[in-house]
C-alpha cells in the first residue's frame, strides 16, 4: 500500500528555512540545493512502510504518534495516518537544535 505525504505549511517553511541558511548564511548554494533534495528524496520514501522508522522517544509527541526520520544532521517528523493512507511531514529541522521547544511552537499536531 502507497501513502501520499503531504507537507503542512511549517515544514515547507522548515525546508526553505534550511535551503536558505546553507545557502546564504553559509554561502554555499550547491550544498543547499543537495542537501534539500536529499530531504525531500528521504521524504518520498515515507510512501512505503513508514511505520518503519521509530516514535519519537519523548511525550507528548510519542503518544500523538510522531515518528522521526534522520536525513544527515536532520530529524524529519511525521505522522503515519491509516486514514486516507497519508504520511503528514510536520516538521523538519537540524537535529542540534532543542527539539521539544521546537516541536512545541508546532501548530499542526
Not at 2 to 8: C, D, H, K, V
Not at 16 to 25: Q, R, S, Y
Not at 55 to 73: A, Q
Amino acid at each position: 500500500m502507497r501513502y501520499n505525504i503531504i507537507y503542512t505549511n511549517e515544514a515547507e517553511q522548515d525546508l526553505v528555512d534550511i535551503f536558505e541558511h546553507i545557502a546564504i548564511n553559509l554561502s554555499v548554494p550547491e550544498t543547499a540545493k543537495k542537501q534539500t533534495k536529499r530531504v525531500m528524496h528521504a521524504i518520498e520514501g515515507l510512501s512505503e512502510m513508514p511505520q518503519r522508522h521509530k516514535l519519537f522517544e519523548d511525550e507528548p509527541w510519542h503518544s500523538k504518534g510522531i515518528r522521526t526520520l534522520p536525513v544527515d544532521n536532520y530529524l524529519v517528523f511525521y505522522l503515519a495516518l491509516e486514514v486516507g493512507n497519508t504520511v503528514a511531514i510536520v516538521r523538519i529541522m537540524y537535529g542540534g537544535r532543542n527539539i521539544d521547544q521546537q516541536l512545541s511552537t508546532t501548530k499542526n499536531i
